[in-house]
Protein backbone atom coordinates (compact mmCIF):
# COMPACT_ATOMS: atom_id res chain seq x y z
CA UNK A 1 0.00 0.00 0.00
CA UNK A 2 1.76 3.84 -0.88
CA UNK A 3 1.79 6.53 1.59
CA UNK A 4 -0.91 8.32 0.14
CA UNK A 5 -3.59 5.03 0.34
CA UNK A 6 -1.85 4.79 4.35
CA UNK A 7 -2.59 8.83 4.80
CA UNK A 8 -5.90 8.61 3.12
CA UNK A 9 -6.93 5.88 5.69
CA UNK A 10 -5.77 7.18 8.44
CA UNK A 11 -8.24 10.52 7.57
CA UNK A 12 -11.14 8.05 7.76
CA UNK A 13 -9.85 6.28 10.80
CA UNK A 14 -9.09 9.56 12.29
CA UNK A 15 -11.26 10.83 15.89
CA UNK A 16 -13.87 13.19 14.31
CA UNK A 17 -14.47 16.24 16.21
CA UNK A 18 -16.37 16.34 19.12
CA UNK A 19 -20.26 16.20 18.62
CA UNK A 20 -21.06 19.83 19.86
CA UNK A 21 -17.92 21.46 17.96
CA UNK A 22 -19.36 18.96 14.83
CA UNK A 23 -22.95 20.72 15.25
CA UNK A 24 -21.84 24.27 15.69
CA UNK A 25 -19.94 23.94 12.83
CA UNK A 26 -23.34 22.44 10.86
CA UNK A 27 -25.01 25.19 12.30
CA UNK A 28 -22.64 27.66 11.13
CA UNK A 29 -23.18 26.33 7.80
CA UNK A 30 -27.30 27.56 7.41
CA UNK A 31 -27.12 30.87 6.98
CA UNK A 32 -30.71 31.08 8.05
CA UNK A 33 -29.78 29.37 12.03
CA UNK A 34 -30.92 30.95 15.02
CA UNK A 35 -28.32 32.57 17.33
CA UNK A 36 -30.33 30.73 20.18
CA UNK A 37 -29.61 27.31 18.89
CA UNK A 38 -26.05 28.07 19.01
CA UNK A 39 -26.90 29.28 22.98
CA UNK A 40 -28.77 26.27 23.47
CA UNK A 41 -26.11 24.06 22.28
CA UNK A 42 -23.09 25.37 23.64
CA UNK A 43 -25.17 25.56 27.15
CA UNK A 44 -26.01 22.07 27.18
CA UNK A 45 -22.30 21.35 27.77
CA UNK A 46 -21.20 22.93 30.90
CA UNK A 47 -16.92 22.48 30.38
CA UNK A 48 -17.67 24.56 26.80
CA UNK A 49 -19.75 27.32 29.19
CA UNK A 50 -17.13 28.22 31.44
CA UNK A 51 -14.69 27.96 28.62
CA UNK A 52 -16.79 30.54 26.61
CA UNK A 53 -17.94 32.48 29.92
CA UNK A 54 -14.40 32.87 30.79
CA UNK A 55 -13.01 34.28 27.36
CA UNK A 56 -15.80 36.31 27.20
CA UNK A 57 -15.27 37.96 30.61
CA UNK A 58 -11.25 37.62 30.03
CA UNK A 59 -8.89 40.98 29.82
CA UNK A 60 -8.92 40.97 26.00
CA UNK A 61 -12.72 40.87 25.23
CA UNK A 62 -14.11 42.55 29.09
CA UNK A 63 -15.72 46.08 28.44
CA UNK A 64 -17.94 48.05 31.27
CA UNK A 65 -19.66 45.54 33.07
CA UNK A 66 -19.32 41.65 33.31
CA UNK A 67 -20.67 39.16 30.92
CA UNK A 68 -23.39 36.90 33.05
CA UNK A 69 -24.95 35.11 30.18
CA UNK A 70 -24.55 33.25 27.28
CA UNK A 71 -26.68 35.32 25.30
CA UNK A 72 -24.31 38.24 26.06
CA UNK A 73 -21.17 36.12 25.72
CA UNK A 74 -21.66 35.09 22.07
CA UNK A 75 -23.02 38.69 21.14
CA UNK A 76 -19.43 40.06 22.23
CA UNK A 77 -17.73 36.72 20.67
CA UNK A 78 -18.96 36.31 18.34
CA UNK A 79 -20.64 32.87 16.92
CA UNK A 80 -17.81 31.70 15.28
CA UNK A 81 -15.23 32.76 17.94
CA UNK A 82 -17.35 30.70 20.07
CA UNK A 83 -17.24 27.82 17.48
CA UNK A 84 -13.34 28.20 17.50
CA UNK A 85 -13.38 27.98 21.82
CA UNK A 86 -15.10 24.70 20.77
CA UNK A 87 -12.76 23.36 18.24
CA UNK A 88 -9.87 24.22 20.33
CA UNK A 89 -10.65 22.81 23.84
CA UNK A 90 -12.27 19.88 23.39
CA UNK A 91 -9.98 18.47 20.38
CA UNK A 92 -6.67 17.11 21.90
CA UNK A 93 -5.90 14.73 19.34
CA UNK A 94 -5.67 17.65 17.11
CA UNK A 95 -3.50 20.14 18.67
CA UNK A 96 -2.32 18.95 21.96
CA UNK A 97 0.29 16.56 20.61
CA UNK A 98 3.42 16.86 19.73
CA UNK A 99 4.28 17.06 16.19
CA UNK A 100 7.99 14.95 15.18
CA UNK A 101 7.52 15.38 11.94
CA UNK A 102 7.86 18.97 12.27
CA UNK A 103 10.21 18.92 14.67
CA UNK A 104 7.46 20.99 16.93
CA UNK A 105 6.64 20.60 20.76
CA UNK A 106 3.29 19.49 22.41
CA UNK A 107 0.96 22.32 22.02
CA UNK A 108 2.68 23.91 18.67
CA UNK A 109 -0.03 23.38 16.91
CA UNK A 110 -2.85 25.46 18.99
CA UNK A 111 -0.63 27.75 19.84
CA UNK A 112 -0.45 28.73 16.39
CA UNK A 113 -3.52 28.39 14.60
CA UNK A 114 -4.63 30.30 17.70
CA UNK A 115 -2.57 33.08 16.89
CA UNK A 116 -3.55 32.66 13.11
CA UNK A 117 -7.28 32.71 14.03
CA UNK A 118 -6.36 35.67 15.81
CA UNK A 119 -4.39 37.60 13.21
CA UNK A 120 -6.83 36.44 10.13
CA UNK A 121 -10.05 38.06 12.30
CA UNK A 122 -8.21 41.39 12.78
CA UNK A 123 -6.98 41.49 8.91
CA UNK A 124 -10.36 40.75 7.76
CA UNK A 125 -11.50 43.90 9.34
CA UNK A 126 -8.77 45.69 6.82
CA UNK A 127 -10.50 43.70 3.37
CA UNK A 128 -11.58 45.87 0.41
CA UNK A 129 -14.71 43.46 0.56
CA UNK A 130 -17.32 42.52 3.29
CA UNK A 131 -15.95 39.10 4.78
CA UNK A 132 -17.06 37.43 8.05
CA UNK A 133 -14.08 38.17 10.90
CA UNK A 134 -15.90 35.61 13.19
CA UNK A 135 -15.57 33.00 10.12
CA UNK A 136 -12.23 34.00 9.66
CA UNK A 137 -11.49 32.88 13.36
CA UNK A 138 -12.50 29.55 12.63
CA UNK A 139 -10.85 29.09 9.76
CA UNK A 140 -7.62 29.99 11.34
CA UNK A 141 -8.38 27.14 14.20
CA UNK A 142 -8.39 24.68 11.68
CA UNK A 143 -6.12 26.25 8.74
CA UNK A 144 -3.65 23.26 9.70
CA UNK A 145 -5.74 20.26 10.68
CA UNK A 146 -3.93 18.17 8.04
CA UNK A 147 -0.83 17.97 10.50
CA UNK A 148 -2.19 16.15 12.97
CA UNK A 149 -2.69 13.08 10.29
CA UNK A 150 0.63 13.43 8.14
CA UNK A 151 3.19 14.12 11.08
CA UNK A 152 3.63 10.77 11.74
CA UNK A 153 4.69 9.74 8.23
CA UNK A 154 6.95 12.93 7.83
CA UNK A 155 8.35 11.56 11.11
CA UNK A 156 9.58 8.48 9.90
CA UNK A 157 11.20 10.66 6.52
CA UNK A 158 12.80 13.31 8.59
CA UNK A 159 16.51 12.98 7.37
CA UNK A 160 14.44 13.05 3.51
CA UNK A 161 13.64 16.61 4.26
CA UNK A 162 16.42 18.17 6.14
CA UNK A 163 18.31 17.19 2.76
CA UNK A 164 15.59 18.32 0.59
CA UNK A 165 15.40 22.06 2.13
CA UNK A 166 19.53 22.35 2.07
CA UNK A 167 19.68 21.52 -1.68
CA UNK A 168 16.37 23.36 -2.17
CA UNK A 169 16.28 26.37 0.15
CA UNK A 170 13.47 28.49 -1.89
CA UNK A 171 11.47 25.31 -2.01
CA UNK A 172 7.87 25.86 0.13
CA UNK A 173 7.37 23.36 2.62
CA UNK A 174 4.46 22.14 1.33
CA UNK A 175 6.48 20.98 -1.86
CA UNK A 176 8.63 19.17 0.13
CA UNK A 177 5.51 17.11 1.73
CA UNK A 178 3.78 16.33 -1.73
CA UNK A 179 7.24 15.02 -2.97
CA UNK A 180 8.02 12.82 0.13
CA UNK A 181 4.10 11.82 0.41
CA UNK A 182 2.44 12.46 -2.71
CA UNK A 183 0.58 14.49 -0.66
CA UNK A 184 0.50 17.68 1.85
CA UNK A 185 -1.09 18.96 4.71
CA UNK A 186 -3.44 20.95 3.03
CA UNK A 187 -4.78 18.61 0.65
CA UNK A 188 -4.81 15.82 4.01
CA UNK A 189 -6.78 18.98 6.11
CA UNK A 190 -9.37 19.35 3.49
CA UNK A 191 -9.69 15.45 3.41
CA UNK A 192 -10.70 15.32 6.95
CA UNK A 193 -12.49 18.72 6.57
CA UNK A 194 -14.91 17.15 4.34
CA UNK A 195 -15.63 13.85 5.97
CA UNK A 196 -16.57 16.01 8.83
CA UNK A 197 -18.82 18.02 6.83
CA UNK A 198 -17.28 21.40 7.72
CA UNK A 199 -18.96 23.96 5.66
CA UNK A 200 -17.38 25.08 1.74
CA UNK A 201 -15.81 28.14 2.86
CA UNK A 202 -13.81 26.88 5.15
CA UNK A 203 -12.48 24.07 3.56
CA UNK A 204 -11.62 26.43 0.55
CA UNK A 205 -9.50 27.94 3.49
CA UNK A 206 -7.98 25.30 4.67
CA UNK A 207 -6.65 24.01 1.80
CA UNK A 208 -5.57 27.29 -0.24
CA UNK A 209 -4.22 29.35 2.96
CA UNK A 210 -0.55 28.69 1.13
CA UNK A 211 -1.80 28.98 -1.93
CA UNK A 212 -4.65 31.45 -1.93
CA UNK A 213 -4.84 32.67 -5.59
CA UNK A 214 -5.37 28.67 -6.80
CA UNK A 215 -9.15 28.90 -5.00
CA UNK A 216 -11.98 30.21 -6.62
CA UNK A 217 -12.45 33.72 -7.21
CA UNK A 218 -15.66 34.54 -4.47
CA UNK A 219 -13.37 32.56 -1.79
CA UNK A 220 -10.59 34.40 -2.51
CA UNK A 221 -10.67 37.79 -0.01
CA UNK A 222 -12.02 35.18 2.43
CA UNK A 223 -8.85 32.41 1.94
CA UNK A 224 -6.05 35.27 1.57
CA UNK A 225 -6.98 36.15 4.99
CA UNK A 226 -6.22 33.14 6.38
CA UNK A 227 -2.75 33.28 4.16
CA UNK A 228 -2.03 36.55 5.82
CA UNK A 229 -2.59 35.30 9.11
CA UNK A 230 -0.94 32.33 8.93
CA UNK A 231 2.04 34.52 7.64
CA UNK A 232 2.06 36.90 10.35
CA UNK A 233 1.61 34.15 12.49
CA UNK A 234 4.24 32.93 12.37
CA UNK A 235 6.51 36.01 11.79
CA UNK A 236 5.84 36.46 15.42
CA UNK A 237 7.42 33.24 16.39
CA UNK A 238 4.66 30.85 16.19
CA UNK A 239 4.96 28.31 13.52
CA UNK A 240 4.99 24.84 13.81
CA UNK A 241 8.57 23.51 13.76
CA UNK A 242 10.81 22.92 10.66
CA UNK A 243 7.88 24.46 8.02
CA UNK A 244 8.05 27.82 9.96
CA UNK A 245 7.93 30.38 7.50
CA UNK A 246 9.23 28.04 4.41
CA UNK A 247 6.16 28.90 2.89
CA UNK A 248 5.51 31.73 0.27
CA UNK A 249 3.60 35.15 1.07
CA UNK A 250 1.31 35.47 -1.86
CA UNK A 251 1.74 39.77 -2.99
CA UNK A 252 -1.55 39.63 -4.39
CA UNK A 253 -2.96 40.00 -1.38
CA UNK A 254 -2.86 43.71 -1.88
CA UNK A 255 -6.01 43.53 -4.45
CA UNK A 256 -7.99 42.42 -1.19
CA UNK A 257 -6.68 44.32 1.70
CA UNK A 258 -5.35 48.14 2.06
CA UNK A 259 -2.71 46.84 4.94
CA UNK A 260 -0.47 50.11 5.89
CA UNK A 261 2.72 49.76 8.51
CA UNK A 262 0.38 51.59 11.12
CA UNK A 263 -2.14 49.15 10.49
CA UNK A 264 -0.05 46.04 10.79
CA UNK A 265 1.35 47.55 14.05
CA UNK A 266 -1.79 47.42 15.73
CA UNK A 267 -2.94 43.95 14.00
CA UNK A 268 0.14 42.97 15.55
CA UNK A 269 -0.22 44.41 19.23
CA UNK A 270 -4.34 42.95 19.15
CA UNK A 271 -2.90 39.45 18.28
CA UNK A 272 -0.22 39.92 21.50
CA UNK A 273 -2.77 41.00 23.62
CA UNK A 274 -5.54 38.56 23.04
CA UNK A 275 -3.45 35.65 22.42
CA UNK A 276 -2.05 35.63 25.83
CA UNK A 277 -4.95 35.91 27.51
CA UNK A 278 -7.11 33.79 25.43
CA UNK A 279 -4.81 31.20 25.34
CA UNK A 280 -4.62 30.20 28.77
CA UNK A 281 -8.43 30.15 29.27
CA UNK A 282 -8.86 28.41 26.21
CA UNK A 283 -6.47 25.76 26.29
Known amino acids: MSTTDLIAR ?6 PLPIVAMRLLKLMGNENHDARELIQIVSLDAALTLRVMSVANSTAYARMSRVTTMAQAVSLLGEQVVVGIAIGASSPTIYKNELQGYEADVGALWAHSLRTAIAAKEISRRCKT ?8 TAGILHDIGKAVINEFLAARLDDIETDLKMNPNRDFATVEREILGTDHTEVGEAMAKKWNIPARLCSAIRFHHKPGEANLEDQPFVYAIHLGDFLSMALGEGTGI ?5 RLDD ?7 LTHASIESIIAQIQSEFAD ?5 S
Open 10 to 15: RVEDFQ
Open 130 to 137: RISADEAF
Open 243 to 247: DTLVH
Open 252 to 258: NYVKYFD
Open 278 to 282: ANSLI
